[in-house]
């Protein structure tokens, strides 16, 4: 069946077939005008057909109006995401501004039936203003409504998404993107696969959005990302990719590139060399592996036996087959992050390192740090002012707990059960 096509803004179309569109989005605060711009400038010239932008409250709202304007009187016209989590009068506010409003709309009041109204308001709004919307929910940040009927499971995330799509055809609006973002690789592409079979059943095939959220950095973010998206896009399931590195979001373009080329029937631009060779073999065996089509995976890159050993472990563990470290989840950050997450991150990772098998979140902020680390063992959650929260599962054990302090503190507690 057809996938409907969407246009973001004047040029921009999500679900043309063979053109997979390449995103990323800001991690600076949107306050911060001039940052954002100079990120948003650098993404654009670095690829990105698409940019987002958080926006966690009303008072933002003239800033992203500010940085769009300042960005098309430059000549960058990439259209604008604005990223909401929670306030629907900001997503109404905000959508006669950008080209797209990205919202989980079951986060928008406690009661479900407010919720539905409110979703209902927005795309009004919508409409009337030819604004896009992608409908974004998070493994771990479902809501109760959705738990309490089947549970915190890729068939509860495909179920949200079909009552918000079906809400959409219903109000007679199509502009709409939707995801089902996981830090779990098999989560992540059953809940995909299930929506993508549920839409077919209905009818009405909506663009996805496709990416590995909360992946990390360096060659595992890399690996885990191109596992999971690559087993989606080799099934025709996907339309638009986001890699999400917590690094500089530049960083994340030339990997979805990558993607976006070698599943759009384009020839792969990305030189020859280590990183084409990592993301080639994640590729290549990843969707094998995380398929069970394949049990183990033995590399000849010709680079050498411990480098062929460490990639071979790497895409055993995104694959979820074999754990031979920690299994890390990482936010990449945006404009709610109130700490320096990399080095946060780059510390945690340094502290924890021999706990094998171990999943440890490190997340960026408490507005969805706590909800999307959902198949953490220990969180690690940046509180603004210097200070951080340690969650065990998802329960808070230690609140305020200085920066220079967290990590120790971190390993005190995980060695205490062991």
Request: glycine fraction near 8%; proline fraction near 4%.
């Given at each position: 069946m057809e996938t409907l096509k969407v246009r973001i803004g004047k040029d921009l179309v999500i679900g043309e077939p063979g053109h997979i569109v390449v995103q990323t989005m800001c991690n600076t605060h949107t306050y911060d005008i001039e940052a954002t711009v100079d990120q948003c400038m650098r993404?654009?010239?670095?690829?990105?057909?698409?940019?987002?932008?958080?926006?966690?409250?009303?008072?933002?709202?003239?800033?992203?109006?500010?940085?769009?304007?300042?960005?098309?009187?430059?000549?960058?016209?990439?259209?604008?995401?604005?990223?909401?989590?929670?306030?629907?009068?900001?997503?109404?506010?905000?959508?006669?501004?950008?080209?797209?409003?990205?919202?989980?709309?079951?986060?928008?009041?406690?009661?479900?039936?407010?919720?539905?109204?409110?979703?209902?308001?927005?795309?009004?709004?919508?409409?009337?203003?030819?604004?896009?919307?992608?409908?974004?929910?998070?493994?771990?940040?479902?809501?109760?409504?959705?738990?309490?009927?089947?549970?915190?499971?890729?068939?509860?995330?495909?179920?949200?998404?079909?009552?918000?799509?079906?809400?959409?055809?219903?109000?007679?609006?199509?502009?709409?993107?939707?995801?089902?973002?996981?830090?779990?690789?098999?989560?992540?592409?059953?809940?995909?696969?299930?929506?993508?079979?549920?839409?077919?059943?209905?009818?009405?095939?909506?663009?996805?959005?496709l990416g590995v959220t909360e992946a990390g950095n360096g060659d595992s973010g890399r690996i885990k990302s191109c596992v999971g998206i690559a087993t989606l896009l080799d099934q025709g399931i996907g339309n638009t990719v986001r890699v999400s590195l917590t690094e500089d979001p530049v960083e994340e373009i030339p990997v979805a590139k990558y993607l976006a080329e070698r599943y759009g029937g384009k020839p792969v631009s990305m030189p020859h060399g280590r990183e084409r060779v990592i993301l080639d073999a994640a590729c290549d065996y990843g969707p094998s592996l995380l398929m069970h089509r394949i049990d183990d995976l033995k590399l000849d890159t010709g680079l050498g036996a411990e480098f062929d050993a460490y990639l071979a472990d790497e895409i055993l563990q995104a694959s979820r087959r074999r754990f031979y470290k920690p299994e890390y989840i990482a936010c990449p950050g945006c404009g709610r992050t109130m700490y320096n997450l990399q080095d946060a991150f780059e510390k945690v990772k340094a502290r924890t390192s021999h706990l094998k098998g171990m999943v440890i979140a490190v997340m960026g902020c408490i507005v969805n740090g706590p909800g999307e680390m959902a198949d953490a063992d220990w969180g690690y959650v940046g509180e603004g002012n210097g200070k951080v929260s340690i969650y065990k599962k998802n329960v808070p054990v230690l609140r305020h707990v200085p920066e220079d302090e967290a990590p120790d503190r971190l390993l005190e507690l995980i060695e205490s059960e062991l």
């Open positions: 993404m654009s010239r670095a690829g990105a057909e698409l940019i987002r932008i958080t926006v966690p409250g009303m008072k933002d709202v003239p800033c992203i109006a500010e940085i769009k304007r300042i960005l098309r009187s430059n000549g960058v016209m990439t259209p604008l995401v604005a990223d909401i989590h929670f306030s629907s009068e900001t997503a109404v506010a905000v959508a006669k501004v950008v080209e797209k409003v990205r919202i989980n709309p079951g986060n928008f009041h406690p009661d479900h039936e407010t919720a539905r109204a409110r979703f209902a308001e927005l795309l009004g709004v919508c409409k009337g203003y030819g604004t896009a919307i992608r409908v974004g929910l998070n493994h771990g940040s479902l809501g109760k409504y959705i738990t309490d009927l089947y549970g915190n499971t890729p068939l509860a995330m495909a179920k949200a998404a079909m009552e918000w799509l079906q809400m959409c055809v219903e109000n007679d609006f199509f502009q709409v993107v939707v995801s089902l973002k996981s830090s779990n690789t098999i989560v992540m592409v059953e809940a995909y696969q299930l929506l993508h079979k549920m839409m077919q059943e209905s009818g009405v095939v909506f663009p996805m959005h």
